[in-house]
Nanobody, 115 residues
Framework: QVQLVESGGGLVQAGGSLRLSCAAS????????MSWHRQGPGKQRELVGN???????TYSDSVKGRFTISGDNTKNTVYLQMNSLKPEDTAVYYC?????????WGRGTQVTVSS
């Protein structure tokens, strides 16, 4: 059973940066894809971006140019570098991973951006 644990959330001022981590355990193989999602207060969960096993990434328009997803193959860990943060980036951030035909979610980490 794969487990995903996010970390790195917190409170930051607008214009600041944070780096989130998503560590996977319980699998000896590399993920097929990993993605970051977020759910702001009163909003639906939305896709932030994803990374494939070959390292290719895609991003939503709302974060493109500000957020970067990267992966560490040796640690089976994925990162979300968030720069130029805005108050509207405030949300719980979740990672999701796919191994074969199975999908796993982390429990999320809170990011709060103050104006």
């Amino acid at each position: 059973q794969v487990q995903l644990v996010e970390s790195g959330g917190g409170l930051v001022q607008a214009g600041g940066s944070l780096r989130l981590s998503c560590a996977a355990s319980g699998s000896s193989s590399r993920f097929k894809t990993m993605s970051w999602h977020r759910q702001g207060p009163g909003k639906q969960r939305e896709l932030v971006g994803n990374i494939s096993s070959d390292g290719s990434t895609t991003y939503s328009d709302s974060v493109k140019g500000r957020f970067t997803i990267s992966g560490d193959n040796t640690k089976n860990t994925v990162y979300l570098q968030m720069n130029s943060l805005k108050p509207e980036d405030t949300a719980v951030y979740y990672c999701r991973g796919r191994w074969g035909f199975s999908t796993y979610w982390g429990r999320g980490t809170q990011v709060t951006v103050s104006s």
